[in-house]
């Protein structure tokens, strides 16, 4: 069966931490991404990459960075965690290609990270 | 920005009823509209989806209905049980990165 893995459903840090999501797909997808979902305001894209070590902010980057050393990875780091970063983080990958997503995302069952 | 507005944020159905959750969109380029469903605790799973070259997707009690003209989508959940309780997002793409509208809870009451 085929997944993506996040590595941590929940995850509580202090103001000012750096913090590190880590996600890991085995479909050999090329494409993975970060959202941050919220009540109300749905999903949230954060930063994407279409290969290894190439990465394209999304909507809302401030605050983030990301890491793909290996096609099967990617990590959020959030530098300086901060209260509003409280979140749903869902992870997802799909095929490669300019219709990629054509082929639907897969998606982690998510990190709910609470920043206090 | 590109945009996908869902309506409504949020449905309350009972048993046996027929659920409508509606999709408008802007950017004519969009060629593939799928349908997400998301329950508490999971990450969204593919449902069903469209592409604008039909008007009509049926699969089982899901189904997508597509407008190209109006630029609007819609899906259809006939019979909704208590475990179609979800999340349900719609979203759009032309490329390799998918639009999502907002999300509708729905909630099917015994």
């Known amino acids: 069966d085929v997944k993506v893995t996040q590595s941590s459903r929940y995850l509580v840090k202090r103001t000012g931490e750096k913090v590190f999501l880590e996600c890991v797909q085995d479909m050999d997808h090329e494409n993975m991404f970060w959202y941050r979902q919220d009540p109300g305001l749905g999903l949230r894209l954060i930063y994407f990459s279409y290969d290894v070590k190439m990465k394209e902010k999304g909507d809302i980057p401030e605050g983030y960075s990301v890491s793909r050393e290996k096609k099967e990875r990617f990590s959020l780091i959030l530098e300086s965690a901060s209260t509003n970063q409280t979140s749903m983080y869902l992870c997802?990958?799909?095929?490669?290609?300019?219709?990629?997503?054509?082929?639907?995302?897969?998606f982690g069952s998510g990190t709910r990270l609470t920043v206090v | 920005q590109q945009q996908v507005k869902q309506s409504p944020q949020s449905l309350i159905v009972q048993k046996g009823g027929i659920s409508i959750i509606n999709c408008a969109y802007e950017?004519?380029?969009?060629?593939?509209f799928p349908w997400y469903q998301q329950f508490p605790g999971k990450g969204p799973a593919l449902l069903i989806a469209i592409r604008p070259d039909v008007s009509e997707k049926k699969e089982g009690r899901f189904t997508i209905s597509f407008n190209k003209s109006a630029k609007q989508f819609s899906l259809h959940i006939m019979d909704s049980q208590p475990g179609d309780s979800a999340t349900y997002f719609c979203a759009a793409t032309g490329s390799y990165q998918l639009t999502f509208g907002k999300g509708t809870k729905l909630s099917v009451i015994p």
């Open positions: 950017n004519t380029a969009f060629d593939y």
């Open positions: 997802a990958s799909s095929l490669s290609g300019g219709q990629g997503a054509s082929y639907g995302y897969t």
